[in-house]
């Protein structure tokens, strides 16, 4: 009887011995990879659903504060955080439900070994039953499809956070960078927009140079020219670009599935994902922005509730939807006290380059008064902006005080007008700002009509 030989046993202390310890704790590892991926996106998926709503209300309330690079700032932050966020989100979910079909088939796989019983399915006809078994690859290559499926899944995922991890990092280096420039330029945005251009510029340059280089050893080649310079060249760059923990954190699982997918579907789906996630903050902001983003209001139209009433103008009606909206406003649609609030914010991104052009009694718009002058000088300023009317005739700005409204988180002018003398019924405040702008652009001419009805007590 011919008997198998044994394997070799390992001796201790010899090359071998690592080498397969090193092969078991890699067997050991893979086989707990799936729960690793499921733990992840169990704990990740469904939380950070939450996060973009924590994140879009910090935005808001910072943004109504700020203008120019610091703006930039914090939309850069605050639509790549949203975007990865989003992004993860719904990758991990997508990752759960394949791997749970996954779990699904190992089950059945379990249960039922031989897979389909093929003759035990007499409602399928012959021609139906020939047909789906030609084209079904078994348990076993089910299992094998849904696990490649949910590991690519869940690999791609954490390439996209990466890069617009990568890609947050980057933008605020270079804001900030663009920030000292505009300083050191006297505040302007104009050298920080050109420093920033010159940046992304020399970025895409660099990005492009890797194949460049490549095109062009390949024609020397071709002509049979020396390479040597171009080749050590090209090395420098891929060097420096291997400086960066990016671009070695993903370099690995990026040409590693790269190469075992199609290329350039894989790029392109890579890269449609970090254009989506990106875009996200932006819908966002415009779906708060927005009283609906999918609406067929044929008759009620936007521009009728514009010469309307808008619950923004009304503290009583104003809710979290209403943040990104900082009209004028007063307390209620129904007055029945003597005086009547009304409270203009202050919005540095809009007033603040108007007040360079108009306000020439602050240097450069910025109020460097103190005391009661810098209130003299804020209400003067802000007043050659805005213009009043209450039923048609002028109100006084002149009258109005600073104010700062920490339950609104804004800073504006506050006046008092008064009710008596004014008939019970309907009243009308009309105001606008920069009457003389243009129609369009952020320094366009923008009208508020505030209706409210006078109900004195009796």
């Known amino acids: 009887m011919n008997e198998s030989p044994a394997a070799e046993p390992v001796v201790p202390g010899s090359h071998a011995e690592p080498e397969q310890e090193a092969s078991t704790r890699f067997g050991r590892l893979r086989e707990r990879t799936d729960e690793l991926e499921l733990f992840i996106s169990g704990l990740l998926a469904f939380a950070l659903l939450a996060v973009p709503g924590y994140l879009f209300d910090i935005w808001a309330r910072s943004s109504l504060h700020t203008e ?18 989003y992004v993860l989100a719904v990758a991990l979910i997508a990752h759960l439900t ?51 499926l949910a590991t690519m899944l869940f690999s791609t995922t954490l390439m996209c956070v990466q890069t617009l991890a990568g890609t947050l990092v980057m933008a605020i280096l270079i804001l900030g960078l663009a920030m000292v420039v505009a300083a050191l330029s006297g505040g302007s945005d104009t050298a920080a927009l050109i420093f920033m251009g010159v940046v992304m510029a020399g970025l ?34 891929l060097g420096g670009l291997q400086r960066v923990p990016l671009m070695r954190l993903i ?47 044929q008759v009620v139209t936007e521009e009728a509730v514009d010469h ?13 939807h209403d943040q990104l909206l900082p009209y004028p406003m007063i307390p209620s649609d129904t007055v029945s006290a003597t005086q009547l609030r009304l409270f203009i914010p202050h919005r540095p991104q809009r007033d603040n380059t108007l007040a360079r052009e108009r306000c020439t009694q602050l240097p450069g718009g910025r109020n460097d008064a103190r005391g009661a002058a810098a209130a003299t000088a804020a209400v003067d300023c802000l007043a050659q902006l805005w213009t009043i009317q209450l039923d048609g005739k002028p109100v006084d700005l002149h009258a109005f005080v600073p104010m700062e409204r920490r339950d609104l988180d804004m800073r504006g002018l506050a006046g008092y007008l008064p009710m008596a003398g004014l008939a019970p019924g309907r009243h009308d405040l009309h105001l606008l700002w920069n009457a003389d702008g243009p129609t369009r652009g952020g320094d366009r001419r923008r009208e508020y009509f505030i209706p409210f009805w006078y109900a004195p007590d009796p």
Not at 308 to 320: D, I, K, N, T, V
């Open 251 to 297: 370099q690995t699982m990026q040409l590693t599935m790269q190469s075992n997918l199609r290329s350039r579907f894989f790029i392109v789906g890579y890269m449609s994902a970090i254009l989506v996630a990106i875009l996200l903050g932006g819908l966002q902001v415009a779906g708060s922005v927005k009283f609906s983003l999918f609406n067929r209001y």
């Open 308 to 320: 309307g009433m808008l619950s923004a103008h009304y503290e009583s009606m104003r809710s979290a």
């Open 98 to 148: 394949v791997r749970g079909y996954w779990i699904g088939l190992v089950g059945l796989k379990s249960h039922f070994p031989k897979g389909i019983d093929w003759d035990h399915l007499p409602q399928m006809g012959p021609v139906s039953r020939a047909f789906m078994r030609a084209r079904d690859g078994g348990l076993d290559g089910s299992i094998q499809r849904a696990d490649r």
């Open 68 to 85: 120019g690079m610091y703006f930039q700032v914090l939309w850069f932050v605050f639509s790549i955080s949203v975007g990865m966020c």
């Open 204 to 237: 895409l340059v660099l990005g492009l140079l890797p194949a460049m280089l490549e095109k062009s050893i390949a024609r020397r080649q071709a002509r049979g020219q020396s390479t040597a310079r171009q080749q050590r060249m090209l090395q420098r760059v």
